[in-house]
């Protein structure tokens, strides 16, 4: 991983990626995208190796601005080899997951799936100048298990598991797409696992039986399964360990 773009910098598990990444691979550069840069850890902008960039997820017109800075770090014809998005939004001042039918709105489902969603396939849309170049190219979204329609025995949180499976049919879109334009390619959603954030925070109690792991322990596997996965993984939903997800 020499040229990475990571959006979502400034949360838990993007900072720690960005943190993993420049650690293990001393000859990295990292682009790092989120809406408030000055939110991202001090190592980061301590960093000559991390350019952090202002871009909004909801706001389509951020892009722009977005790959006017890219090309000054990674020229297009150079290319990037890695992107990660990390960009989620599970609650906010004004929304919160539902614990039942009731509780739906659509300021939540809108919110939830302009962040969760179409941030990621704006993004990718714009970097594909970047994805041309003949080498392996790593497209990893952040999903959650939650979003498995299969797996949900459940039910509530309508916003957050809608808009994760429909980031994951995005991947498998994606998946089917990029090899024919951008080969050789793999587009993969990665489920997390349970992590100490901001994110996690107002649910600490219902966790308490959950296997929860620190942004650092979080970075390290989805690392480890960033940098196994070739062409032949293209299009799956991957779990932190490696094994797979049901869609």
């Keep these: 991983m020499k040229r990475v773009l990571i959006a979502g910098v400034s949360g838990a598990i993007g900072a720690a990626l960005a943190e993993a990444i420049l650690a293990e691979y001393p ?71 539902e614990k039942r039918l009731e509780d739906l709105s659509a300021n ?20 594909i100048p970047w994805l041309r170049h003949k080498e392996l190219k790593r497209i990893a979204a ?3 298990k ?13 916003a957050y598991r809608s808009s994760k499976a429909a980031l994951n049919m995005l991947v498998r879109g994606l998946s089917v797409e990029l090899p024919r334009r951008c080969k050789p390619v793999a587009c993969v959603a990665l489920h997390p696992g349970t992590t100490e954030s901001a994110l996690s925070e107002p649910f600490r109690q219902s966790l308490a039986q959950l296997k929860v792991h620190t942004p650092c322990q ?17 299009g799956r939903f991957l779990s932190w360990e490696g094994s797979e997800l049901p869609w």
């Design 142 to 144: 952040i999903s959650a």
């Design 27 to 97: 000859d990295s550069r990292v682009v790092g995208l989120c809406r408030d840069p000055g939110r991202a850890p001090e190592t980061l902008h301590h960093s000559d190796r991390v350019t952090l960039v202002p871009w909004d997820a909801s706001d389509s017109g951020s892009l722009a601005s977005v790959t006017d800075a890219l090309e000054s770090v990674f020229p297009a014809r150079e290319g990037i080899d890695t992107v990660v998005y990390a960009a989620g939004l599970l609650h906010s001042d004004t929304v919160f997951p």
């Design 218 to 234: 979080t970075a390290e596997n989805l690392l480890k399964v960033i940098g196994d996965v070739t062409d032949d993984d293209n």
């Design 146 to 158: 939650v979003g498995s329609i299969t797996d949900n025995r459940l039910g509530g949180w309508y």
């Design 108 to 127: 939540a489902m809108t919110q939830a799936f302009a962040v969760n969603v179409t941030g990621f396939g704006l993004l990718v849309q714009a970097l």
